[in-house]
């Protein structure tokens, strides 16, 4: 093989593992967490579908025993987070049956519809966190705490009420 040759097939093999790579897999980040916890955000893990808001479940790096990953760009959902910033006592909570998420005010009053969302549910433990991308706005949202929502009742422990 020449010299020119050679650089044609590299050219070409590198041009085809780019194209091959849309984007870099989601990381879950998941917070220590106790024992109990632990178990049950596996639980919960474990249940969760294949499919979210029309979305395929896409491969993710990190924590992946507390999370998972939706599409591209990736909703991402991480179990066993803290309390959200930002939330209080009078922080306004989205309610789908039977659960509370808590969208940040600069979010929830705002009318651009491209920002990504971080939504807390926040009437059962541990707390579930979902990403979802401003892509799959206003759909996406709504159908994403829907799906989840149904699974937080079934695995999880209700704690309370947010409103």
């Not at 091959?20 to 989601?26: A, D, E, K, N, R």
Request: aromatic share 4%; proline share 6%; charged share 20%.
């Amino acid at each position: 093989m020449s010299h020119r040759t050679r650089g044609v097939v590299a050219s070409c093999a590198v041009l085809l593992v780019a194209a091959g790579c849309s984007s870099t897999p989601p990381a879950i980040d998941a917070p220590r967490m106790d024992d109990a916890t632990a178990s049950a955000c596996r639980d919960l893990v474990a249940a969760l579908p294949q499919e979210l808001a029309g979305r395929e479940r896409v491969e993710a790096t990190g924590d992946t025993a507390y999370g998972a990953a939706w599409g591209d760009p990736a909703i991402v959902l991480t179990c066993g987070v803290g309390q959200p910033a930002g939330f209080s006592a009078t922080s306004t909570c989205v309610q789908v049956d039977g659960t509370g998420w808590f969208v940040p005010d600069d979010v929830l009053l705002s009318s651009d519809e491209t920002l990504d969302v971080t939504t807390t549910e926040l009437n059962f433990r541990p707390r579930v966190e979902l990403v979802i991308p401003g892509d799959y706005r206003p759909n996406g949202f709504t159908n994403s705490i829907g799906e989840v929502g149904k699974l937080v009742v079934q695995h999880l422990t209700k704690v309370g009420r947010c409103k």
